[in-house]
């Protein structure tokens, strides 16, 4: 005994290469839009880290009297140098921060005022324009 195949169901080739066609031109509208967003994600990322690392600093001026010879004594109490008086047994930071770029972020404390913490954007070097701008602790 024969059956007869009515009503068969599937996609033709015509509406296989429509629905590709809607993806492609989605893609190529999108991706650009969020592929150009990852170096304002960076940025933001580090002028967070930025503000982290400042406040960390203000508790241990807090706690000290003075801010810290360098960010590792953030993380740890400094063998040598000043003596931290106060120094929390937890620390200020778990860890010394690296800048979404993978370079350390810059510390600069001349005793004169509020320190600096730098990171120099993408290109890891002072200056730049751009994603190669410089997050500077002053312009926040």
């Not at 880290?49 to 801010?67: H, M, P, R, T």
């Not at 004594?73 to 770029?101: H, I, T």
């Amino acid at each position: 005994m024969k059956r007869s195949v009515q009503g068969q169901a599937g996609f033709t080739l015509i509406e296989i290469m429509v629905v590709v066609f809607i993806l492609g031109l989605l893609v190529t509208l999108v991706a650009p839009k969020i592929i150009g967003r990852t170096d304002d994600a960076r940025r933001t990322k580090a002028a967070a880290d930025v503000k982290g690392i400042e406040q960390a600093l203000n508790l241990f001026k807090l706690d000290n009297g003075s801010y810290p010879p360098s960010l590792e004594a953030l993380v740890a109490k400094a063998g040598s140098g000043p003596v931290a008086r106060n120094y929390n047994p937890e620390g200020y930071l778990d860890k010394v921060p690296m800048d979404p770029w993978g370079n350390t972020y810059a510390y600069y404390n001349d005793g004169s005022g509020s320190p600096v913490i730098k990171s120099f954007g993408a290109d890891g070097v002072e200056g730049g324009d751009g994603k190669n701008a410089d997050i500077d602790s002053r312009d926040l």
